[in-house]
């Protein structure tokens, strides 16, 4: 496994602030920036004006247990954790997709702590991060919808545990370590491969590629408040919402 430090910090700015616990983010395809939010639930803001909408408070007329990350598949159907504070001592951690249509389905029910996901670059897998197992499970879907043969891809160890996901387009999976200070690079048969060190704090949060060829990896490290950058080989996976040269992170 090789092992690098080639992380750098860059700038950020406020783009809008509103009355709520914010965690992933992700572009739909028609532009609008969705917001996983622990407090309120689903949101969607416009990012001309800044209108802030609820998309999705409840599910049935139960709350969620507090929404972590989400991702969108290029028909427009969105993936999105809801992790509260489970862990092996609680495994009811649900990750779901709200379909197109509007239809909300409940994919996995028995998550310890679901957090960061990415789909395969084919969309036939789901990478879920399970934070307090310390793992990525890997989410076969089906052609019907449903899923089967849910299995731990890749395991980690430490004190937190994997957080946010990213993909490139040879398939690695990017593995932000929430305590361990590094983003891993997991080849698709589970294998690591590659360790990138944090030039700040050691919780590395999220990761997103971006830059002109998306060969910029662009991570987030929470107890600094600073967004880190390295550069990698492959280009990362164009995202559903996200035109050439842009990228998202939360």
């Not at 929404?67 to 951690?93: C, E, V």
């Not at 731990?152 to 545990?161: E, K, L, M, N, Q």
């Not at 929470?222 to 040269?245: D, R, Y």
């Amino acid at each position: 496994m090789a092992v690098f430090s080639g992380f750098h910090r860059i700038a950020s700015g406020l783009v809008v602030e509103y009355d709520g616990e914010p965690n992933g983010l992700a572009l739909h395809p028609d532009g609008r920036l969705f917001v996983a939010d622990y407090r309120n639930g689903l949101l969607s803001v416009n990012v001309s004006t800044g209108t802030i909408e609820t998309v999705l408070a409840r599910r049935n007329a139960e709350r969620f247990k507090g929404l972590n990350d989400l991702t969108f598949a290029r028909n427009g159907d969105l993936y999105f954790t809801d992790q509260g504070q489970t862990g092996l001592h609680d495994p009811t951690g649900r990750v779901y997709r709200l379909g197109s249509d509007g239809r909300l389905d409940m994919i996995i029910g028995n998550g310890p702590s679901p957090n960061g996901l990415v789909l395969s670059t084919d969309e036939t897998v789901l990478f879920v991060a399970m934070t307090r197992d310390n793992s990525v499970w890997r989410v076969p879907l089906m052609p019907d919808g449903s899923t089967v043969k849910v299995g731990r891809f890749c395991s980690f160890y430490g004190v937190g545990g994997p957080d946010g996901l990213a993909i490139d387009e040879a398939g690695n999976v990017f593995v932000a370590h929430v305590s361990l200070g590094s983003v891993f690079v997991v080849n698709e048969h589970g294998e690591t491969t590659h360790r990138f060190r944090s030039a700040a704090g050691r919780a590395t949060t999220n990761i997103a590629f971006g830059g002109d060829s998306r060969r910029s990896a662009f991570v987030t490290e929470s107890a600094t408040g600073s967004i880190l950058q390295f550069n990698w080989a492959t280009s990362g996976a164009l995202l559903a919402g996200n035109q050439p040269g842009r990228g998202v992170v939360a």
